[in-house]
């Protein structure tokens, strides 16, 4: 599970690590092809410091287990990077490609990836969906306003209690578009209040 995390902080762990992916080796000095993974998941109330995270190369994070003890023995079965080299440069040529599309999209305050739950896709351009739109803020406010748990309103709402974390955290509802860490004003109209949204925020802390 990806979580963004500051980049003083993603620079603290690769230098740590030595820009080394902690499973196979893989190592690149200019941070490509490098992901930075909690060893105790957020969701399980894992923190956002150094010693809760590992380096591992973009291949390794996508197999990482999200469990603890699951991901640190995962870690010790280690593997040759060189094992890897063929999927790394097939998946590196690829993402290249893609990553420069969807670069130029952003650029045009486009949003890239999957519509979030309350927009569809209609001829490229993310537009409202009205039903589900009404449910995203009834969630925004029932957790703002209530002491229902995370894992409650997840569970009343058909989520899992990361996926109601996402999206208490996605800022598509503010009408923004983030890509490879940056974000800007998108071209789509938002869902979500400025101000229920930073407060929603707050609470999440």
Do not use: W
Request: proline share 3%; hydrophobic share 30%; net charge positive.
């Amino acid at each position: 599970m990806k979580i963004n995390l500051p980049k003083e902080l993603i620079n603290q762990v690769l230098e740590r690590d030595n820009f080394t992916c902690q499973k196979c080796g893989f190592k690149n000095l200019k941070k490509e092809g490098l992901e930075i993974h909690h060893i105790n998941p957020k969701l399980f109330n894992g923190l956002n410091e150094i010693n809760n995270l590992a380096t591992l190369c973009s291949i390794c994070y996508k197999y990482a287990p999200d469990n603890e003890k699951d991901f640190k023995n995962y870690l010790s079965e280690k593997i040759d990077s060189k094992l890897l080299e063929t999927f790394r440069k097939s998946n590196y040529s690829v993402s290249q490609k893609t990553k420069k599309g969807m670069n130029n999209s952003f650029n045009n305050g486009k949003h890239v990836t999957k519509p979030p739950f309350g927009y569809k896709l209609v001829n490229k351009q993310l537009l409202i969906d009205l039903d589900k739109s009404e449910k995203i803020n009834k969630i925004f406010r029932e957790f703002l306003e209530t002491k229902i748990s995370l894992t409650q309103l997840a569970k009343k709402n058909g989520f899992t209690t990361s996926g109601i974390i996402k999206l208490l955290q996605n800022t598509t509802y503010l009408g923004k578009v983030k890509f490879a860490n940056k974000e800007t004003d998108g071209q789509h109209e938002p869902i979500v209040d400025k101000q229920l949204f930073e407060q929603v925020q707050e609470k999440l802390k």
